[in-house]
């Protein structure tokens, strides 16, 4: 079973940005659909965006605008990019395959914290 590895967190203030990555953990070509989730402390686990195999990319109401998903440049993984974040956007960060309907293990995820 493939699993994805999430990177790219950290601490940054509101409206800046981050480049989250999620690369396979073994060396495998396949065009999944693929989905980022984050889930902030104390609340459930959320959607946030998701890319399919034909490149149709949704988002949540609440990152439309500001965030950018798509496929790193082997294409065996995906790329979050946020902007503009805000105090809300602070979550752990996970991908997982499926278009919103997760299909694999859960990783470690990648904390974000928008902060001043």
């Known amino acids: 079973q493939v699993q994805f590895v999430e990177s790219g967190g950290g601490l940054v203030q509101p409206g800046g940005s981050l480049r989250l990555s999620c690369t396979p953990s073994?060396?495998?070509?396949?065009?999944?659909?693929m989905s980022w989730y984050r889930q902030a402390a104390g609340k459930q686990r959320e959607l946030v965006a998701s890319?399919?195999?034909?490149?149709?990319?949704a988002y949540a109401d609440s990152v439309k605008g500001r965030f950018h998903i798509h496929r790193d440049d082997a294409e065996t993984g995906v790329i979050l990019e946020m902007n503009n974040l805000e105090p809300e956007d602070t979550a752990v960060y996970y991908c997982?395959?499926?278009?919103?309907?997760?299909?694999?293990?859960w990783g470690q995820g990648t904390q974000v914290t928008v902060s001043s």
């Open positions: 073994t060396g495998v070509y396949v065009l999944f659909d």
């Open positions: 997982n395959r499926g278009e919103g309907v997760p299909l694999g293990a």
């Open positions: 890319i399919r195999s034909d490149g149709y990319t």
